[in-house]
T-cell receptor, first 113, second 111 residues
Framework: DTEVTQTPKHLVMGMTNKKSLKCEQH?????MYWYKQKAKKPPELMFV???????INESVPSRFSPECPNSSLLNLHLHALQPEDSALYLC????????????FGSGTRLTVV | DQQVKQNSPSLSVQEGRISILNCDYT??????FLWYKKYPAEGPTFLIS?????DKNEDGRFTVFLNKSAKHLSLHIVPSQPGDSAVYFC??????????FGAGTRLTVKP
């Protein structure tokens, strides 16, 4: 298995909703990432997990809450989002180390209404 | 503060010719540089990387060149094929798996 699987592919949620994005990989990668990408912009790093521990939090608002329950799973819990949070949310994984390219999922297209 | 910049939003090349995609960066602490390719409705796919201690890395039709003094890297694709048409992202990595992306260049290879 050489894929990163993200669910759901599309999500529409209201500003008072609570929802979760899920990401799964079975490549034995011990680093996992959440990126946010707005249209015509580069992916922006949100969180990095290394060996299931949060190692980087790029000053992301607390309405985004990451969770890494085990080495294969990464969740992003969403609560009280704003319309400007609408974006493509990309999950990625890699071996630990800078020289290893990431394997990205196809992303979740999130719309906040 | 965008530390990785791709100043050309698009590039069009004839099949069989060379495609040259450019990238500039501002942070001299970056250790690794990578190129990703993205098709619509898919996540980016890793293509090739280069360490900051090297100036060239080649993998088949893809070669990445690094000029540290100019803080510039480029991706050469030779020969270009229609299947290479995609958005190409340049990325640069600090330690602790902190990777920053450029805005991307859309490459179109015409048959």
């Amino acid at each position: 298995d050489t894929e990163v699987t993200q669910t759901p592919k599309h999500l529409v949620m209201g500003m008072t909703n609570k929802k979760s994005l899920k990401c799964e990989q079975h490549m034995g990668h011990r680093a996992m990432y959440w990126y946010k990408q707005k249209a015509k912009k580069p992916p922006e790093l949100m969180f990095v997990y290394s060996y299931e521990k949060l190692s980087i939090n790029e000053s992301v608002p607390s309405r985004f809450s990451p969770e890494c329950p085990n080495s294969s799973l990464l969740n992003l819990h969403l609560h009280a989002l704003q319309p400007e949070d609408s974006a493509l949310y990309l999950c990625a994984s890699s071996q630990v180390g800078q020289q290893y390219g990431y394997t990205f999922g196809s992303g979740t297209r999130l719309t906040v209404v | 503060d965008q530390q990785v910049k791709q100043n050309s939003p698009s590039l069009s090349v004839q099949e069989g010719r060379i495609s040259i995609l450019n990238c500039d960066y501002t942070n001299s602490m970056f250790d690794y540089f990578l190129w990703y390719k993205k098709y619509p409705a898919e996540g980016p796919t890793f293509l090739i990387s280069i360490s900051s201690i090297k100036d060239k890395n080649e993998d088949g039709r893809f070669t990445v060149f690094l000029n540290k003094s100019a803080k510039h890297l480029s991706l050469h694709i030779v020969p270009s094929q229609p299947g290479d048409s995609a958005v190409y992202f340049c990325a640069a990595s600090l330690n602790n798996n902190d990777m920053r992306f450029g805005a991307g260049t859309r490459l179109t290879v015409k048959p």
